[in-house]
T-cell receptor
Framework: DAGVIQSPRHEVTEMGQEVTLRCKPISGHDYLFWYRQTMMRGLELLIYFNNNVPIDDSGMPEDRFSAKMPNASFSTLKIQPSEPRDSAVYFC?????????????FGEGSWLTVV | AQTVTQSQPEMSVQEAETVTLSCTYDTSESDYYLFWYKQPPSRQMILVIRQEAYKQQNATENRFSVNFQKAAKSFSLKISDSQLGDAAMYFCAYRNPYHSGTYKYIFGTGTRLKVLA
């Protein structure tokens, strides 16, 4: 399996621009997670989906952030408008929830810099 | 709410020596999962080891082993025969049982491990 695939790997954008991060989970996984990692706050869970349905979005910082999962093989995290404090590494991860495994597999991350 | 605490921001170990990273957690569940993840400078998150709470036997993966103390809610990671490639940030993580309805993984703040040649 190719693992969790994220794009872009790196993005530099200007404040106020829209940013869209993309994720393809591991085939067959029914849970998808978006995390944000910063030096100050560590690894924060933003939102997670089960069978394409958002289950817990309590970690989404504010209305500028939105996430969708239109199908089992694709999810997006959008920031509009972006601000310098959004600069972070954004990880997508997936997991098979039901039984064995239960391990969360991470993508390589999207490094976002907002200037 | 469940919490995960890693009280050691940074640790150092001499190459070939053994080091133990600490992790404590808080939960009211009796059946759950615990993990250690490694994050090298590349930022890739790599699973090191996993423990199911209903299993009393401590998990082991080659040079990595855990000391799982359920009553104390402690889950430490022992790295034996440390190698330069072990240098990384290590995260402890907790996950509720599937039936709990809350399936999110909760991570500690991490311990940066330095390996000295």
């Amino acid at each position: 399996d190719a693992g969790v695939i994220q794009s872009p790997r790196h993005e530099v954008t200007e404040m106020g621009q829209e940013v869209t991060l993309r994720c393809k989970p591991i085939s067959g996984h029914d849970y998808l997670f978006w995390y944000r990692q910063t030096m100050m706050r560590g690894l924060e869970l933003l939102i997670y989906f089960n069978n394409n349905v958002p289950i817990d979005d309590s970690g989404m910082p504010e209305d500028r952030f939105s996430a969708k999962m239109p199908n089992a093989s694709f999810s997006t995290l959008k920031i509009q408008p972006s601000e310098p404090r959004d600069s972070a590494v954004y990880f997508c991860a997936s997991s098979f929830g039901a039984i064995a495994g239960n391990t969360i597999y991470f993508g390589e991350g999207s490094w976002l810099t907002v200037v | 709410a469940q919490t995960v605490t890693q009280s050691q921001p940074e640790m150092s170990v001499q190459e070939a020596e053994t080091v133990t990273l600490s992790c404590t957690y808080d939960t009211s569940e009796s059946d759950y999962y615990l993990f250690w993840y490694k994050q090298p400078p590349s930022r890739q998150m790599i699973l090191v080891i996993r423990q199911e709470a209903y299993k009393q036997q401590n998990a082991t993966e080659n040079r990595f082993s855990v000391n799982f103390q359920k009553a104390a809610k402690s889950f430490s990671l022992k790295i034996s025969d440390s190698q330069l490639g072990d240098a990384a940030m290590y995260f402890c993580a907790y996950r509720n049982p599937y039936h709990s309805g809350t399936y999110k993984y909760i991570f500690g703040t991490g311990t940066r491990l330095k390996v000295l040649a």
